[in-house]
């Protein structure tokens, strides 16, 4: 979360200097379709042809698809007495190989059709005498016959429980499935124990590499299953910091670097200082971290922890990065890919979040770049509809390859973009991206319950009852809360004291939020009952706790007691932990933020103790089974049950033509007071960036869900200059480019997604 909000953050504060740069050469924006081969950490390669990519056998190694095909996703309401009382019903989950008949019913996702290449020459022809160079996505089709089971009824256990007595030997390890006690040998040979208390099984069956049926603890649904909102808590962790590197989550990145012109204080300036330090790896050193931070065991011990859910922050440019922006490109999907594999081995279900985006949606160290002087360029000034653009494109590949039905079930919520400022956006800005990300992903999945993954977006910092009436008709959006105490007022009341204060600040807000929007959650919180820890507020930055940040409230606290998590006493961590599960038990469904904090490379010691999941959960200040929390707060107002329409069920999903006329895409203005006719924007002419599949994955995994999605993706208009995309919020408006007035260009871009403007 940190940078964090401030009731004083605004644009007035966002004051870097416009820049221009030279729209990328022809050879980028013409590029031809790519192949996307990763090895080793020390090696990340991109080949030019399907033949390259396929003399690559590794299965830590990423591949380009080379066809697609469509699956419809369907359900299995076979729950255990536990969770079998659900108020709706669930049509069955059946493994894939008995999905080809249902799959008829999309024919028209079938295949991407061969005419594609023709049609991309001829647009080619047109387009780069007037603009750009267009670039056909040509990929043979494939029969959606060979489809891998993705809910498996072939391994020892049919039943989706993930319980076996007796386990198939299978693969280097032997046992394909185990609970409590069992061996884990990962991938690179090491082992640990899997402990879990709770009834948790996992399943790893390389014969069937998309069996679902492990599950994180006996209480909580396998993946074969369809997640019941209703009934099974959302009880979850962030990984920040691993493919997203915040400062105060991973100072030992940041540290080395303070001193570097500029100091690293963010993933751009941090991505530069390491790019030159090449004797210490140079930017490779972010895969290393990439492989190190978070690993298999981390997964084992949350569902241990009788956690269920993960919430996965990562960075557009896993997908691809322009010229000109410093990050690390394609190569953290490598690991999503290992965070997916191993969610699936443990039972964990992933709420996948975009937490950057192109030009930055809030100005924070988390959005790429943001801090002391951070800029929003998202739907705001010159470059916001252009980084809007590309933004939309990212999710629309994302979503693409989550709903593929081999991985569906493990990633059920797409949170679209993370704690976008619509202070500073504008509100119906803010809701007709969210109204555009709506259509693409449903137009993609299909509507209604099953049909790809809920869509989460964030409140804005607006609270949740703001946004009760979003989007009238909408299919499967969830409320994102992010619930923090400490990034405005100081408390500086005892612990004691503050312990109830979730059970009154949050519980009601969160009933209300499930009784008139649908299903709500908390993304993010902590136990922080101050902003005490390194670089909480960013590097430098000092905390409200001291005095030394924001206008505080006057005095000048000490830190030391609150960092030093060693020196405890244990009536503090009792406090902590009686504060924990009244965290737990008013937000409901909730993600704490973080699970892992790293060691400052200076003291060797975690310095923000208050944020870490597992470090509470070892030394006792976190209860080893948060399901203890419910009912702490006592509850005398509880929600009323789901409504159908607001999980998905039949006749639901459909916008009415009122709403969407008063929130357009593009937006009637672009903040501050600009149209949308007279800025910078992309033209659909590039090529689709499709992620890549590990190798040996089923012919029928290719990265792309609907065949019939052949749109290019946007891209610079050849021979336009553009002002910086990251920097030019408060700079003077260039205008359209080359002489594409009159709307010319919104034109194009609306046509492209099938709207008339």
Same mark, same amino acid.
């Given at each position: 979360?940190?940078?964090?909000?401030?009731?004083?953050?605004?644009?007035?504060?966002?004051?870097? *200097?416009?820049? !221009?740069? =030279?729209?990328?050469?022809?050879?980028?924006? &013409?590029?031809? #379709? /790519?192949?996307? +081969?990763?090895?080793?950490?020390?090696?990340?390669?991109?080949?030019?042809?399907?033949?390259?990519?396929?003399?690559?056998?590794?299965?830590?190694?990423?591949?380009?698809?080379?066809?697609?095909?469509?699956?419809?996703?369907?359900?299995?309401?076979?729950?255990?007495?536990?969770?079998?009382?659900?108020?709706?019903?669930?049509?069955?989950?059946?493994?894939?190989?008995?999905?080809?008949?249902?799959?008829?019913?999309?024919?028209?996702?079938?295949?991407?059709?061969?005419?594609?290449?023709?049609?991309?020459?001829?647009?080619?022809?047109?387009?780069?005498?007037?603009?750009?160079?267009?670039?056909?996505?040509?990929?043979?089709?494939?029969?959606?016959?060979?489809?891998?089971?993705?809910?498996?009824?072939?391994? *020892?256990?049919? !039943?989706? =429980?993930?319980?076996?007595?007796?386990?198939? &030997?299978?693969? #280097? /390890?032997?046992? +394909?499935?185990?609970?409590?006690?069992?061996?884990?040998?990962?991938?690179?040979?090491?082992?640990?124990?899997?402990?879990?208390?709770?009834?948790?099984?996992?399943?790893?069956?390389?014969?069937?590499?998309?069996?679902?049926?492990?599950?994180?603890?006996?209480?909580?649904?396998?993946?074969?299953?369809?997640?019941?909102?209703?009934?099974?808590?959302?009880?979850?962790?962030?990984?920040?910091?691993?493919?997203?590197?915040?400062?105060?989550?991973?100072?030992?990145?940041?540290?080395?670097?303070?001193?570097?012109?500029?100091?690293?204080?963010?993933?751009?300036?941090?991505?530069?200082?390491?790019?030159?330090?090449?004797?210490?790896?140079?930017?490779?050193?972010?895969?290393?971290?990439?492989?190190?931070?978070?690993?298999?065991?981390?997964?084992?011990?949350?569902?241990?922890?009788?956690?269920?859910?993960?919430?996965?922050?990562?960075?557009?440019?896993?997908?691809?990065?322009?010229?000109?922006?410093?990050?690390?490109?394609?190569?953290?999907?490598?690991?999503?890919?290992?965070?997916?594999?191993?969610?699936?081995?443990?039972?964990?279900?992933?709420?996948?979040?975009?937490?950057?985006?192109?030009?930055?949606?809030?100005?924070?160290?988390?959005?790429?770049?943001?801090?002391?002087?951070?800029?929003?360029?998202?739907?705001?000034?010159?470059?916001?509809?252009?980084?809007?653009?590309?933004?939309?494109?990212?999710?629309?590949?994302?979503?693409?390859?989550?709903?593929?039905?081999?991985?569906?079930?493990?990633?059920?919520?797409?949170?679209?973009?993370?704690?976008?400022?619509?202070?500073?956006?504008?509100?119906?800005?803010?809701?007709?991206?969210?109204?555009?990300?709506?259509?693409?992903?449903?137009?993609?999945?299909?509507?209604?319950?099953?049909?790809?993954?809920?869509?989460?977006?964030?409140?804005?910092?607006?609270?949740?009852?703001?946004?009760?009436?979003?989007?009238?008709?909408?299919?499967?959006?969830?409320?994102?809360?992010?619930?923090?105490?400490?990034?405005?007022?100081?408390?500086?009341?005892?612990?004691?004291?503050?312990?109830?204060?979730?059970?009154?600040?949050?519980?009601?807000?969160?009933?209300?939020?499930?009784?008139?929007?649908?299903?709500?959650?908390?993304?993010?919180?902590?136990?922080?009952?101050?902003?005490?820890?390194?670089?909480?507020?960013?590097?430098?930055?000092?905390?409200?706790?001291?005095?030394?940040?924001?206008?505080?409230?006057?005095?000048?606290?000490?830190?030391?007691?609150?960092?030093?998590?060693?020196?405890?006493?244990?009536?503090?961590?009792?406090?902590?932990?009686?504060?924990?599960?009244?965290?737990?038990?008013?937000?409901?469904?909730?993600?704490?933020?973080?699970?892992?904090?790293?060691?400052?490379?200076?003291?060797?010691?975690?310095?923000?103790?208050?944020?870490?999941?597992?470090?509470?959960?070892?030394?006792?200040?976190?209860?080893?089974?948060?399901?203890?929390?419910?009912?702490?707060?006592?509850?005398?107002?509880?929600?009323?049950?789901?409504?159908?329409?607001?999980?998905?069920?039949?006749?639901?999903?459909?916008?009415?033509?009122?709403?969407?006329?008063?929130?357009?895409?593009?937006?009637?203005?672009?903040?501050?007071?600009?149209?949308?006719?007279?800025?910078?924007?992309?033209?659909?002419?590039?090529?689709?960036?499709?992620?890549?599949?590990?190798?040996?994955?089923?012919?029928?995994?290719?990265?792309?869900?609907?065949?019939?999605?052949?749109?290019?993706?946007?891209?610079?208009?050849?021979?336009?200059?553009?002002?910086?995309?990251?920097?030019?919020?408060?700079?003077?408006?260039?205008?359209?480019?080359?002489?594409?007035?009159?709307?010319?260009?919104?034109?194009?871009?609306?046509?492209?997604?099938?709207?008339?403007?």
């Amino acid at each position: 979360m940190p940078n964090p909000p401030d009731s004083s953050m605004g644009q007035t504060q966002f004051s870097y *200097p416009v820049s !221009t740069a =030279s729209a990328f050469d022809n050879k980028y924006i &013409s590029q031809a #379709p /790519t192949i996307f +081969v990763d090895t080793a950490p020390e090696s990340a390669a991109a080949a030019g042809s399907i033949a390259a990519a396929a003399a690559f056998a590794a299965t830590d190694e990423l591949v380009a698809p080379t066809a697609t095909r469509n699956a419809q996703h369907l359900r299995d309401s076979d729950k255990e007495a536990t969770w079998s009382d659900a108020p709706r019903g669930i049509s069955p989950f059946p493994d894939l190989g008995a999905r080809v008949a249902n799959e008829q019913e999309d024919a028209s996702k079938n295949k991407r059709r061969l005419c594609l290449i023709l049609g991309g020459v001829v647009v080619l022809v047109i387009i780069a005498a007037a603009v750009a160079v267009p670039v056909a996505i040509t990929q043979a089709e494939k029969s959606s016959s060979g489809s891998s089971s993705a809910s498996s009824s072939t391994g *020892p256990d049919n !039943t989706g =429980s993930g319980q076996n007595d007796n386990p198939t &030997s299978s693969g #280097p /390890t032997g046992a +394909v499935t185990g609970g409590d006690g069992t061996v884990i040998t990962t991938d690179k040979g090491t082992t640990f124990t899997y402990v879990n208390k709770l009834g948790g099984t996992w399943y790893d069956d390389p014969k069937d590499p998309y069996n679902n049926n492990a599950r994180a603890q006996s209480t909580s649904p396998p993946l074969s299953q369809e997640w019941d909102y209703q009934n099974d808590p959302m009880r979850g962790v962030n990984l920040g910091g691993w493919f997203v590197p915040e400062p105060f989550i991973v100072p030992a990145l940041f540290e080395p670097y303070l001193n570097a012109t500029p100091p690293a204080q963010d993933e751009w300036t941090l991505s530069l200082a390491m790019a030159a330090d090449t004797a210490n790896g140079g930017l490779d050193q972010l895969e290393k971290h990439y492989d190190t931070f978070i690993t298999e065991q981390d997964f084992a011990e949350i569902a241990g922890a009788g956690l269920n859910w993960i919430r996965l922050p990562i960075p557009y440019w896993a997908i691809e990065k322009y010229p000109d922006e410093p990050f690390l490109e394609k190569v953290a999907w490598k690991y999503v890919l290992k965070a997916f594999k191993w969610a699936r081995k443990y039972g964990l279900r992933i709420n996948l979040d975009l937490h950057t985006i192109p030009g930055s949606q809030n100005g924070y160290n988390h959005s790429g770049k943001g801090g002391a002087g951070g800029q929003v360029n998202f739907l705001y000034g010159p470059m916001g509809l252009a980084n809007a653009q590309r933004a939309l494109d990212y999710i629309r590949i994302i979503t693409e390859f989550i709903s593929q039905p081999e991985y569906a079930p493990v990633v059920p919520m797409f949170g679209i973009i993370n704690e976008v400022l619509a202070a500073t956006v504008g509100v119906e800005q803010t809701t007709s991206f969210y109204l555009q990300v709506h259509d693409t992903m449903r137009e993609i999945t299909g509507r209604g319950q099953g049909k790809g993954p809920f869509i989460s977006i964030h409140d804005s910092f607006r609270g949740l009852a703001a946004w009760k009436d979003l989007l009238p008709g909408h299919d499967r959006i969830a409320l994102d809360t992010h619930s923090y105490l400490i990034f405005v007022n100081v408390d500086r009341s005892s612990l004691t004291e503050q312990i109830q204060k979730p059970c009154q600040s949050w519980a009601a807000d969160m009933n209300n939020s499930w009784t008139d929007f649908g299903v709500s959650i908390a993304g993010e919180f902590s136990l922080a009952i101050n902003d005490c820890g390194q670089w909480i507020n960013g590097v430098g930055a000092g905390t409200r706790w001291e005095g030394t940040f924001g206008t505080g409230d006057g005095t000048a606290g000490d830190c030391t007691d609150w960092n030093d998590w060693q020196s405890w006493t244990q009536q503090r961590k009792d406090d902590f932990r009686a504060f924990a599960l009244r965290n737990f038990d008013a937000l409901g469904h909730w993600f704490f933020y973080t699970w892992k904090i790293g060691e400052s490379s200076i003291t060797g010691k975690v310095e923000t103790p208050m944020w870490s999941y597992k470090l509470g959960l070892e030394k006792g200040w976190i209860p080893a089974d948060p399901s203890e929390a419910v009912g702490t707060c006592g509850n005398t107002s509880p929600a009323t049950p789901l409504r159908p329409e607001m999980y998905g069920a039949a006749g639901t999903g459909e916008i009415s033509a009122a709403v969407k006329a008063k929130f357009p895409w593009p937006p009637t203005t672009i903040n501050p007071g600009l149209r949308p006719d007279n800025v910078r924007t992309y033209t659909a002419t590039g090529a689709i960036p499709t992620l890549p599949v590990p190798t040996g994955a089923s012919p029928t995994v290719d990265g792309w869900f609907d065949a019939a999605d052949t749109r290019p993706i946007y891209t610079p208009i050849a021979g336009c200059t553009y002002p910086d995309a990251w920097g030019s919020a408060t700079g003077s408006n260039p205008g359209p480019c080359n002489g594409f007035g009159s709307g010319d260009n919104v034109r194009e871009s609306a046509r492209s997604y099938g709207l008339v403007v």
